[in-house]
Nanobody
């Protein structure tokens, strides 16, 4: 059993920054990620992290160089630093956790087991 709670969303102007946090409790998963869903669009992976001995990250092309995913393994808090935000970044952002093979941009989202409630990010031009 895993409970995920996101925070940090808000409304900002284009070019500004936000930092999202996801606090997890229960069973700990080495691999976690952030997804987002804009109105009228399918949910898409944004960034993933394998926080094992050798930390590995994966980013959607459109956020590379602007977003940074990290995890505090001691506190079990997942973060997403979002810089230079663009209107196309607008959407509901979800924290998720599951076995590592499922936590990748190459995998469909439907089989991911644990999800947070989401936090809204709105970027205005």
């Amino acid at each position: 059993q895993v409970t995920l709670v996101e925070s940090g969303g808000g409304s900002v102007q284009e070019g500004e920054s936000l930092r999202l946090s996801c606090r997890s409790s229960g069973m700990r998963y080495r691999c976690m990620g952030w997804f987002r869903q804009a109105p009228g669009k399918e949910r898409e992976g944004v960034a993933f992290i394998d926080a094992g001995r050798d930390i590995s990250t994966e980013y959607r092309d459109s956020v590379k160089g602007r977003f940074t995913i990290s995890k505090d393994n001691h506190k079990n808090i997942l973060s997403l630093q979002m810089n230079n935000l663009k209107p196309e970044d607008t959407g509901m952002y979800y924290c998720a956790a599951d076995l590592c093979p499922l936590m990748s941009l190459t995998q469909p989202t439907r089989n991911v087991r644990y999800w947070g409630q989401g936090t809204q990010v709105t970027v205005s031009s």
